[in-house]
């Protein structure tokens, strides 16, 4: 009888324990998968911050360099200062001043252009449409910024300082003889503080030497360093 009774026992005991094991495993089990699932979700909330295409900009301070070529001014240096704001959404407004700087190049020219230095400075003005801002926006996929694909309506050399040649002799003036530019471009970010923005479309180009128009094909580069003020909202 007694052995009888210490098997009970011992099987009473044994699945006491196997019951807490069961349960302890259990508990194992769902602390380890909630903070897989919360760390997941913290990834994916940093990753969306640190892409630049999710972080909102209200306004651009652009500043490109880019190297040309004129078989008549030779080799030089274009450099582009430039401030575009958003007034909503999908469109903004850009400011920007181009300047032409000689390096070096043929001598066969007038004495005044055998030498660098500043050869051209314009004013442009700019009204751009983003089309697709909004509605990505809308969708998560983009913060309310200024890097996505637009259209532009431009007025380039409002004003220009050039050495220009009038009577056969080349220097300094300043006119206004403003070219009209209707293209397509794209607007993207390098790293934290670079940025490129290439387009083309047409324009209507106006030649002082001769007092005429033309319509020609248009295409813009730049590369440069821009600084934003971003919004927190």
């Known amino acids: 009888m007694k052995p009888l009774l210490n098997l009970s026992l011992a099987s009473v005991i044994c699945c006491l324990c196997m019951g807490v094991h069961a349960q302890s495993d259990s508990i194992v089990t769902s602390t380890y998968e909630e903070p897989l699932k919360t760390s997941g979700f913290k990834e994916r909330e940093r990753f969306k911050y640190l892409k630049r295409s999710m972080i909102n900009e209200t306004s651009m301070f652009k500043l490109s360099a880019l190297p040309y070529w004129s078989g008549f001014f030779g080799f030089g240096l274009q450099a582009g200062l430039g401030y575009e704001k958003k007034i909503s959404p999908s469109f903004s407004v850009t400011g920007e001043v181009i300047n032409h700087f000689r390096l070096f190049g043929p001598t066969n ?122 919004d927190s909202k």
């Open 109 to 230: 020219v007038a004495a005044e252009m055998q030498y660098g230095g500043l050869m051209r400075s314009g004013l442009n003005a700019s009204f751009r449409y983003y089309y697709n801002q909004k509605k990505s926006i809308k969708n998560g996929t983009s913060g309310n910024n200024l890097l996505s694909s637009y259209f532009e309506f431009k007025v380039e050399d409002i004003f220009t300082l050039a050495r220009a040649r009038e009577n056969y002799v080349w220097k300094t003036s300043l006119f206004s003889y403003p070219n009209l530019v209707l293209a397509w471009g794209t607007q993207r970010r390098i790293g934290k503080y670079g940025y490129f923005d290439v387009a083309a479309g047409v324009k209507r180009f106006n030649e002082k030497m001769y007092w005429r128009s033309q319509i020609m094909p248009y295409a813009k580069i730049a590369i440069g360093i821009a600084l934003s003020r971003k």
